[in-house]
Structure formats: structure tokens, C-alpha cells
């Protein structure tokens, strides 16, 4: 069976996802104003969460976990495998590349899998394993940051599905990834 990866993220107008220490806090000051950004019902459909190291330690910042689906992290570094012990069995630790974790997710019986992260989404991007993305920008400007998208072996190409407006400025868009 083949997994597919999603992509459902936010970014500053200048296309950051994160300030230079992973602090999200531009984003999170847009919670409770009500909104429904279409998340639940973009979870609803996904079987599993792929993410890097850095936006795992970024969320564990945040209580409590915000995830109802199991997490596989990413990361070939010696924190790998610090996971708290509140979120065993909810969070598992993943030293392969991007092809294998698919290829295992799929044997596991995954069809869907939302891929977060940028250096993690960049990986995918570059493999072909990103089917589509839905991309918030928030108007604000951060400067710098942890960018979206960083260098590519070769362009990617999308195809826009839609646009949506929110009250808030929060502008939406969908992109399915060109084959």
C-alpha cells in the first residue's frame, strides 16, 4: 500500500514557519479568535504525523499534546531518543529516510500521512512523496526565521485547487504537487 504526505502549515507572509529559535508564538496568538482554519477536518483524514526533530521539541513545548494521531519523529541525532515520558506510545522515535518511512508506514497499513516540519517537508518535497499542500499565510512579518521551502535539486510544480479569506487576514491556499 502506498502512503501519501500532506502537507497543512502556516508561515509569515515572508514565508517563515518559526523565528530563529523555533518560538511559534506569531501563531499561537491566533488562537481562540474562533476561526475554524479547516484542521479537524484535514487530521480527520490522516492515519499518522511524520516530524522533525525541531518541530518536535517545538511542540513539546506545548500542553497538552496537541496531536490525537500517533507522531513518528524524524531525526538522525543523539536526541532522538528523548521522548518524555508522557507521550510514550504516542511518539515514536525514526532514524530512517523519507522512502523507508513511507515504505513502513505502508506495511503498517497508513494511507495517509501529515508531513510537518520544513526541513522535513523539504525532504519529501524532493523525493516526490508530498501529494498536496495547504498553506495559511498569517499576516505578519517576521524578518527571519525557519524558512518553508529552502533550496531544491529542481523545481516543483503546483497546481492551485483554492483560495480561501478569514476575517483575521489568514489567507489559505491548496496546492496539489504536480506529478
Known sequence: ????????????????I?????SID?????????????????????DVIIMG????????NYRPWPYTRPVLVL????????????????????DTDPAAV???????????????????????????????MVVTRVPVLLGEGRSLFGPLAGDVSLTHVSTRCFPSGLVQSTYKVAA
Open 18 to 22: 518559526a523565528r530563529p529559535d523555533g
Open 53 to 60: 526533530r525541531n518541530t518536535f521539541a517545538t511542540m513539546c
Open 75 to 94: 531525526s538522525r541525532g543523539p536526541s532522538l531518543g528523548l521522548v518524555p515520558d508522557y507521550l510514550s506510545g504516542q511518539v515514536e522515535p525514526c
Open 102 to 132: 513511507m515504505m513502513m508506514l505502508g506495511q503498517r497499513g497508513c494511507r495517509r500521512a501529515y508531513v510537518d516540519g520544513g526541513l522535513v517537508i523539504q525532504s519529501f518535497l524532493q523525493l516526490g512523496l508530498i501529494q498536496d
Open 26 to 46: 506569531w501563531l499561537l496568538a491566533l488562537d481562540g479568535q474562533g476561526e475554524d482554519h479547516g484542521y479537524e477536518d484535514f487530521i480527520r483524514d490522516m
Open 1 to 16: 500500500m502506498m502512503v501519501t504526505g500532506h502537507v497543512f502549515i502556516a508561515t509569515s507572509l515572508d514565508g517563515f
